[in-house]
């Protein structure tokens, strides 16, 4: 059976324009496959600081997770265009093609491109 609070996690959370960093993040719960999620936001000084917080809100729910990895966004809503790039040096390089099909997903009107280069 589905834990129903891994149901209730948002697939993405990511801020609303600019360029930040953001973590992949794989989301276990008891009795259900895990689940990735994307969260990005421009508080984050690190991509440590995004993943903790991530942690701490899924244990207040009975949830457990690992980061996958990290990049930046750059999310321009004007023109309805995010990219998806770079790398973190704690996490390594997420794989930027699981984030990119989490986003088109929950934007599935904006451009999303991804590229390996650039930090």
Do not use: N
Not at 22 to 28: A, I, N, P, Q, T
Not at 47 to 55: K, M, N, P, S, Y
Not at 76 to 103: C, M, N, Q
Not at 104 to 115: G, L, N, Q, V
């Amino acid at each position: 059976m589905a834990d129903p609070a891994l149901s209730r996690v948002p697939d993405v959370q990511i801020d609303g324009d600019g360029v930040f960093k953001y973590v992949l993040v794989r989301v276990r719960g008891a009795g259900a496959p895990p689940k990735d999620v994307v969260r990005g936001h421009s508080w984050a000084e690190y991509h440590a600081d995004l993943f903790e917080r991530t942690a701490e809100e899924l244990a207040r729910h009975g949830l457990s997770c690992e980061c996958l990895g990290g990049g930046r966004l750059s999310h321009r809503p004007e023109e309805r265009k995010i990219h998806v790039y770079g790398y973190s040096v704690g996490f390594g390089r997420a794989d930027h093609a699981v984030t990119t099909e989490k986003l088109k997903a929950e934007y599935p009107d904006y451009e999303i491109t991804w590229a390996d280069e650039g930090y």
